[in-house]
């Protein structure tokens, strides 16, 4: 058959007859209709289309069967919706996915038949761009809720802070302050101790508060943007003589949600502090890579090591890292062993900025 050439009349009462008036009549009317339009027999085999689908021919498709041009996974729905339209007789409807990419919203129908050659209707409806559309939406709404989950999660950390940089200090200059008045009239030099010791403690959280106000959110993240804030600690890091640190990054997001560059930039922080102070590896690595829906940060030194399993709390900053990466729905490693350096390994779930995104720390 030439593209010019149309395929044969269905044969509505028997498909392989000679074609009457009503399936003329038929035939002009399915030619006409919006809808992509296909007969099928009981067994699913192709006997008539009314076009070109939009990415396979009349031609391609007459004589094949259904199957071949849905996706696997949509077999079975798709055979139990023909199999019911024949038994019952009623409308069948099932969504399909087919090998090109597209999708249809399809209904099945049962047509007039004669016993030697069941037939039934397919009338198909593009919806490609209408699930695509709401693909979008339902990544805008993971995506917000990340963001919120984001936002919860940095707020926590802020209440960390200060509890650890502020309540506490506070709780012990008062407890302080307490102690001079009670002992102020019988041990009046103990008294004046401990007034100095309260006062010392509220000068030390003067200069905590600011080191909070001034570190929640660096303003090099701001000004500069993730990779080059990371650039800027390596640079302050570096000393004469001390070990050479190396950043390396594969990555093709422009910016981040700003809570998850905090986080990224903290632990990079900490990481990099931490290996310099204790590792005494002549050199350190950095490494930034973003994955399938996450980016993965690395901080890696060849120094003494250490065994894991006898880490004492709080130790290395792994705790730090650890508690971050769980706030942000990701995950952290270590891997170390005496005489083998260290290797700490932090996975976060990638959320990007919108451009119309203000910069800055989250409410």
Known sequence: M???????APQIRGLDGPPHDSEVKFRLLVETLPDFVLLIDRYANIRFVNRHSPNVSMEELIGTSGLNHVVPEDHPQCCQAVERAFASGEVQAVEV?????SCWDCRVVRMLEDDATPAAMIICADITDRKKAE??????????RQLLEMHEGY???????????????????????????????????????????????LHRTL?????????LRPLVLDDSGLLD??????????????????????VRFQRLAPPLETAIFRIVQEGLANARRHSRSDRIRISMVQQEGGVRIEVEDWGIGF?????PGKHFGLE????RARLFGGKASIDSAPGKGTRVTVVLPLVERDEEEVDGAPP
């Open 2 to 8: 030439n593209q010019q050439e149309k395929p044969p």
């Open 97 to 101: 996915r087919t090998v090109h990419g």
């Open 135 to 144: 693909a979008q939406i339902q990544q805008k709404k993971r995506r917000l």
């Open 155 to 201: 707020r926590q950390l802020v209440a960390y802070e200060i509890h650890d940089g502020l309540a506490q200090p506070l709780a012990g200059a008062m407890l302080h302050f307490q102690a001079f008045c009670q002992m102020y009239a019988r041990e009046p030099r103990q008294a004046w101790q401990k007034f100095e010791e309260g006062t010392d403690i």
């Open 207 to 215: 200069s905590e508060s600011r080191r909070l106000m001034s570190g």
């Open 229 to 250: 804030a990371i650039e800027y600690l390596v640079s302050e890091a570096a000393q004469p003589n001390g070990p050479q640190i190396e950043f390396r990054h594969d």
């Open 307 to 311: 065994d894991p399993e006898k880490l």
């Open 320 to 323: 730090g890292a650890r508690e």
